[in-house]
């Protein structure tokens, strides 16, 4: 059939179309880069990149002494006794509650005999 394209046919138009998309897109950044160099002076370009980095140099500052925090909060609550005096005080508090609960409750089963 005279109609039907070959398989090598297809495949040279798809290399074709291939560079000149490459040729395009090389083209396309050239002019942006070109008008970029035109539009934005190299000096003002140089400054807004000094300002980024330390911008980026004060928030990995902050971020360190977020991090520095944090591990001395840790090895604080690491460091804290797990039963302080207050606890044990609660803790004996809460035991005599239900001693006395057992004897009073002891006394009112023998007295309703």
């Known amino acids: 059939m005279a109609d039907d394209v070959s398989a090598g046919e297809l495949d040279r138009r798809l290399e074709a179309h291939e560079r000149r998309t490459d040729r395009i897109h090389a083209e396309t950044d050239k002019r942006i880069t070109d008008l970029a160099k035109d539009t934005v002076p190299l000096a003002l370009y140089q400054q807004g990149e000094r300002d980024r980095d330390r911008e980026i140099q004060r928030l990995d500052n902050e971020h360190e002494q977020d991090v520095k925090r944090l591990r001395d909060e840790i090895k604080e609550l690491r460091d ?22 057992a004897v009073q409750a002891y006394g009112t089963l023998r007295g309703a005999k």
């Open 80 to 101: 804290r006794p797990q039963m302080t005096w207050a606890r044990w005080l609660g803790v004996l508090t809460v035991a005599a509650a239900f001693l006395a609960l």
